[in-house]
């Protein structure tokens, strides 16, 4: 029995030092009010802040020719976007959105479409009111938001109701605020479906 | 007279056909799709290979065990604020599966009680802990996620995809080197222990095996389906075949075929991915058990 223990530390202490090589990097919670959805993704998130390029704020990034967005397809009301998420199914939706909060410089530039519904809040400590379209994975127990900013519009009256189902077309940007870099939609259009 | 004739299906057939092709296009043009398809795979090839021995060990259930103590780990490694659960959940997990696998046949609690308990024990301490002290604000999100996988695999980064090769690539290498000797231990412990080899070292790195597999597969199924992925093929295999070898062989191409596939129709038909990939492997289990059916009466 001594020696069972003995070989399983010895075993779990190599098998530390093998998964420290691959060690990921760290990721805070975001504390900012902007943060994606209710810190659901909290995780994402802050990589994604921590990913983002320190630039000036709602100063769009060079956009990087990934493969993901080399095609521009015809979206469904017929207008060309670099990333139709309308077209896609649940799962793949979720996995793009996820990837835009940990490589949002890849993202950075490209129209977007997506579907989803509203969710508005303020957060404590601020009078700033965030806008999201949340859009759920698969199996609908997780979600995922995206702030989108849609210019010239006052709140209430030119938003839905809370868990309307949206359509928000813009381009993706980001913005620094509180010395942290967040990813969010510069929309053109937001449409109640 | 001209005859006329005209499939109305025709035209409707290449468009959903360039439609279904345009969509894969741009599906497999998001590296994250690759990603899923390379760890996927590994995963499953492991897997399979570890399963044929643990069944015959009748350790089919040990999978499950571990994979709800990598849960409660997952846990631990939430509460302590890790940003990577791994230094958490390897060791953790590593160390009750040798626990499991080596105390089994002496210990005063028997194999598959020690299991249940470690099993049970850690979901409950796991799920407490995570209602304790949240990490999110969605704990019933992050617990669907831990437990059926959800579409983490669609969500691995390059590194993540860098540490399976690394560990399939030493499983592997691993089960091909000491083929031999694991086939010794499967089938008969006593008689290689009095052949003067030391059968608990063999167990040992079964052991050490199997944790790994099921860390990797929580990635892929989910905690509370890696038994499936381990389970399935080598059932599948030991229907129709019956040396070690060649049901070895055959669950590690089930195995492969079946999370290709699955993967394929979940980012397709944006199906859950690790519940996906084992109806697959539950649909070929029946496939074989009819094919067994025909094999048997001709011989």
Redesign the interface.
Known sequence: MKKTAKAAALTAAALLLCSSCAQQPAAKAPDSPSALINNIMSEAAAQASEAAPKASATTAAAPETTAAAAETPASQDGTAVDIDLTQMNSTMIYSVIYDMMINPDSYYGKSLLVDGYFDTMVYDGSDTRYFFVVVPDATACCVQGLEFILTGASYPGDYPEVQDDIRVRGVMDCYEEAGQMYTYIRADSLTKI | MRTYRKNPWKGRKTGLTNEFM??L???F?????WYALIVGLLIALCSSLLGVTLVLKRFSYIGDGLSHVAFGAMAIAGVLGL??N??VV???T??SA??LL??GQNAKINGDAAIAMISVGALAVGYMLMNLFP????I??DV??TL?G??SI??L?P??V??CI?MSVIVIAVFLLFYHKIFAVTFDENFIKAAGVKA?GYN?LIA?ITA?IIVLAMNLVGSLLISALIIFPALSAMRVFRSFRSVIICSAVISVICAGVGIFT????????GSTIVVTDIAVFFIFCIVSLFTRRKA
């Not at chain 2, 043009?29 to 799709?33: I, N, Q, R």
């Not at chain 2, 990490?135 to 969605?138: D, I």
């Not at chain 2, 979940?266 to 991915?273: E, F």
Request: charged content about 10%; aromatic content about 10%.
């Open positions: 345009a969509k296009q741009l599906y043009s998001y590296p994250f799709v940003t990577n791994m230094y390897l060791p953790i590593v160390i040798v626990l080596r105390t990490s999110s604000a969605n019933s999100g669907c996620t059926f959800s579409t669609l969500t980064k590194e993540d860098i540490l690394i608990e040992l050490i790994l979940s980012i397709m038909a944006g199906t859950p991915v």
